[in-house]
């Protein structure tokens, strides 16, 4: 019964404190419509950012499939000069195969530096994205404060 008593009484006590302060905190918490236009723009950068980086990552998957297929070929290519050699093949197709092995090298090599730089651009770009989702949770705070 005392403790029914005493919850009932800290219930209209927060009650009455919260009728108190939500003028004050009303108050606080308008932004003007400067701000306003300024967190609008935020949030709509900060959601092409996240769809630009989304587009990335799939970018990025695709060159990886890609560069998976170049390498089976390559090994293809590379089984098909081993059977030729076996085979006694003419000079000239021997040679082919092995200029299209050099060829199909070069693209492995290049695909993967472009590879390369394509993580480390995703990299940055999330971490710009990070940065401005602080700065838009930081503005929006200190415009409710003001």
Known sequence: MII????????????????????VLAAEGKITPAEKAELHHDRQEIRRDKREIRQDRKEIHG?????????????????????DLKSGASKAEIAQDRKELRDDRKEIVGDKVELAKDVKELKSDKRELRQDRKEYRRDAKNALKN
């Open 63 to 83: 060159d990886r499939k890609e560069l998976q297929a170049d390498r089976k070929e390559w090994v293809r290519d590379k089984q098909e000069l081993r059977r």
């Open 4 to 23: 029914n008593r005493s919850f009932v009484g800290a219930s209209f006590l927060a009650a009455s404190l919260f009728i108190v302060v939500s003028p």
